[in-house]
């Protein structure tokens, strides 16, 4: 969906580095979400956000962190990235009161 | 938590044949179901969903139903097209204060439709 982009889309860096992921949206809409696609193995949840200062873990935090600049906008963060950290990084954002989450188009992060 | 199993793994069909997907959840709390698609090189999106007060819901070509006796629910695809192949995706949610945020995926279903 364009109105959920995610920045950048491939990326390739080298164990221990840190890594930001950044997502923007202009749907106007207060939650947001990130998730981790490995093959096999569906979406897992890192971590989703209600506002700007309501920041919660999901099901595999450990290893990442959050930011949220603003209601648009929501980073993940990979202090040091190790091999088991590549994957497909999917951001997603939702309305209050409405369950479709809306995707952003991913990110192929590759650890070497 | 919640755990989703989802079969099967690949799925492939004529064109024009049907197509089903089936999921089964652990946790009896869930009460909404929802079915996302994933085209190649695309996030997924939502392509419908059913809440655990209703057994069955339709849109068009697409079906979803609901055990929740069995604890299970199954996406059905009639009159197939090509444009139908992609990853599916079923999840369970429990509702939290009126909403049902916190997805719990399955591990998807790659469809593929042969003209």
């Known amino acids: ?112 | 938590g919640e755990n989703v199993e989802q079969h099967p793994s690949t799925l492939s069909v004529q064109e024009g044949d049907s197509a089903v997907i089936k999921c089964t959840y652990s946790d009896s709390a869930s009460n909404y179901f929802p079915w996302y698609k994933q085209e190649l090189g695309k996030g997924p999106q939502l392509i419908i969903d059913i809440r655990s007060n209703v057994g069955e819901k339709k849109d068009q070509r697409i079906a979803v139903t609901l055990n929740k006796t069995a604890k299970h629910f199954s996406l059905h695809i009639t009159e197939t097209q090509p444009e139908d192949s992609a990853v599916y995706f079923c999840a369970a949610s429990i509702g939290s204060g009126g909403s049902n945020y916190k997805l719990t995926f399955g591990k998807g279903t790659l469809l593929t439709v042969n003209p």
């Open chain 1, 1 to 112: 969906d364009a109105d959920v982009t995610q920045t950048p889309r491939n990326r390739i860096t080298k164990t221990g580095k840190r890594i930001m992921l950044e997502c923007s949206q202009t749907k106007g809409h207060d939650r947001m979400y990130w998730y981790r696609q490995d093959p096999g193995l569906g979406l897992r949840l890192i971590y989703y956000s209600f506002d700007v200062k309501d920041i919660n873990k999901g099901e595999i935090s450990d290893g990442y962190s959050v930011s949220r600049q603003a209601q648009a906008k929501f980073s993940l963060s990979l202090e040091s990235a190790i091999p088991n950290q590549t994957a497909l990084y999917f951001c997603a954002t939702s309305l209050t009161g409405i369950n479709e989450q809306f995707f952003g188009p991913g990110t192929r992060l590759t650890v070497l």
